[in-house]
């Protein structure tokens, strides 16, 4: 379960750093969970990061002005890097590649 909630978060992370805004009862579906694993999510995420809530029209969870876009994420260059070398290297290894291209890539909605 932990692991689960770890991952999850990770992922919402990453989402609201790429900028996005994100609304609870979208994520309870996408993650087949309740109102109050997200809620406590975002708790544990507003520890690091400056979540922002916003009620009512246009509201969701977001990050305060200036954090985010481009912070953590992979430039291009070295992701097609990356990609180059993960195609031609060991099983083992490829899976390291991949989580590195996961964790630090620009968030696109899906495991590479």
């Given at each position: 379960?932990?692991d ?6 990770k992922e ?30 975002f ?18 969870y ?21 990609e ?7 099983a083992e ?13 620009p ?6």
């Open positions: 379960m932990l689960h909630a770890f991952r999850r978060r919402i992370e990453r989402m609201m750093l790429s900028g996005k805004r994100l609304i609870v009862a979208e994520l309870m579906r996408r993650y087949c969970v309740g109102r109050k694993s997200i809620s406590r999510d708790k544990v995420i507003g520890e690091e990061l400056p979540v922002i809530s916003k009620q009512g029209y246009n509201g969701g977001f990050l305060m002005n200036g954090v985010g876009k481009n912070q953590n994420t992979l430039s291009q260059e070295q992701l097609e890097c990356l180059k070398v993960a195609v031609s290297c060991a290894d490829r899976d390291t590649i991949l989580s590195i291209i996961h964790e630090f890539g968030y696109c909605g899906r495991l590479t």
